[in-house]
Nanobody, 124 residues
Framework: QVQLVESGGGLVQAGGSLTVSCRFS????????MGWFRQGQGKEREFVAA????????LYADSVKGRFTFSRDFAKDMANLQMNSLAPEDTAVYYC?????????????????WGQGTRVTVYS
């Protein structure tokens, strides 16, 4: 059974950097598309970044393009989201998601495995 565990959230000053990670277990990591989504307080869950299981490069939401970098560590079965130039509007709970043989879409409904989330708070 696939399990996703996020880590690395915390409190960071605006302009700073933070990396959140997702540890994958219970399946063949290389055959899963991975995605990051976030949900701010009182807001709907929104797409952040994703990569398909065969995709050469990640897809990013316009709001994070150029600031966030999504990478996969196949040796450790982990998906990492490096976040730079953070702003208060990036404050949210960040969720890792996985879909077997997925294309790495930005639609949350395409993912059938989710982590519990890790909270990121950016203060000015």
């Amino acid at each position: 059974q696939v399990q996703l565990v996020e880590s690395g959230g915390g409190l960071v000053q605006a302009g700073g950097s933070l990396t959140v990670s997702c540890r994958f277990s219970g399946g063949a990591f290389k055959t899963y598309a991975m995605g990051w989504f976030r949900q701010g307080q009182g807001k709907e869950r929104e797409f952040v970044a994703a990569i398909g299981w065969t995709a050469p490069r990640p897809l990013y939401a316009d709001s994070v393009k150029g600031r966030f970098t999504f990478s996969r560590d196949f040796a450790k079965d982990m998906a990492n989201l490096q976040m730079n130039s953070l702003a208060p509007e990036d404050t949210a709970v960040y969720y890792c998601a996985a879909e077997e043989l997925g294309s790495g879409s930005g639609r949350s409904n395409d993912y059938n495995h989710w982590g519990q989330g890790t909270r990121v708070t950016v203060y000015s």
